[in-house]
């Protein structure tokens, strides 16, 4: 009870100082009404790769990733939980339109081939499948860019190639489920969600109150799930898509946005 009185009244603040997190929305330049970013399941069902990652055990990537999901799941509002689903044969961030069940939301390693996309330094991305008209998150996946950078849980960050650089995959994988969860880059610089990190960082690791009110704004009891709201971060949506009638124009409508961290400039 008074978790929700101090959270309407911080939530009050926080739009009144117009800085703190910031909520993803969809892309309003692809001719739909702007609109905030949601699931609507409570159980959001996540697989890892069977690639894997050269430099690390399953077992221990899948340590580090239950880690990073149960922070965001124990915020106290929280009304998601994460359910691991096992092992997926998916390599790439991929959505198939024409089969919804079929997708899954996947993390993924990327050891080859990073730097051949357009985003390229990016730490890690995630990909957002949404549907245009509501804002409704369909599906996501989360890929480390293990090509240029070195990932390792606590403590193991001693062994690396000195050519790439290290960033704790856990301080990582916290911030890019934030993402998964519909938040964008928020303006505070201690918030898991602030759009940088630093090699060997691990601040993100635990939520600041900043990204706690942010995932409470979103799933907390007086959510509001998809009021249009200016502002929020820049999306890029599928160069493929366009616009039909019927059933069609309701698959057509589900977008791509893609969001990264970057490595600090410092
Ligand atoms: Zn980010």
Redesign the pocket.
């Known amino acids: 009870m008074w978790f929700s009185h101090l959270l309407a009244a911080a939530l009050l603040l926080h739009s009144i100082a117009a800085e703190g997190f910031v909520r993803a929305t969809t892309d309003k330049d692809a001719g739909y009404p702007e609109q905030k970013m949601y699931w609507t399941s409570t159980d959001i069902r996540w697989k890892l790769s069977k690639g894997g990652y050269s430099r690390m055990k399953q077992e221990e990537i899948l340590d580090a990733m239950t880690r990073s999901f149960k922070r965001w799941s124990e915020a106290p509002c929280h009304r998601v939980n994460f359910v691991y689903g096992g092992l997926t044969d998916e390599r790439i961030a991929t959505f198939n339109r024409k089969d919804l069940e079929s997708n899954e939301n996947s993390v993924m390693f990327i050891e080859k081939g990073w730097n051949n996309r357009e985003y390229f330094g990016a730490i ?1 991305i ?1 990909s957002q499948y949404y549907n245009a008209f509501n804002g409704e998150i369909v599906g996501s996946d989360i890929e480390f860019n293990a090509e240029d950078y070195t990932f390792a849980s606590s403590g193991k960050l001693t062994e690396f190639d000195p050519t790439r650089t290290p960033m704790d995959l856990e301080n990582t994988a916290v ?2 489920i ?2 998964l969860l519909g938040l ?2 928020s303006l505070t610089p201690a918030a898991t ?1 602030y ?1 940088q990190a630093n090699p060997n960082e691990t601040i993100k690791r635990d939520l600041h109150i900043d990204d706690i009110l942010g995932v409470c704004a979103i799933y907390g009891d007086d959510a509001v799930l998809n009021t249009p709201k200016s502002g929020g971060c820049s999306l890029a949506p599928d160069a493929g898509s366009s616009h039909g009638g019927g059933f069609a124009a309701l698959l057509l409508a589900i977008l791509l946005a893609r ?4 490595k600090s400039r410092a």
């Open positions: 890690a995630t911030h890019e934030g993402h964008a880059h969600m759009g969001r990264f961290l970057l």
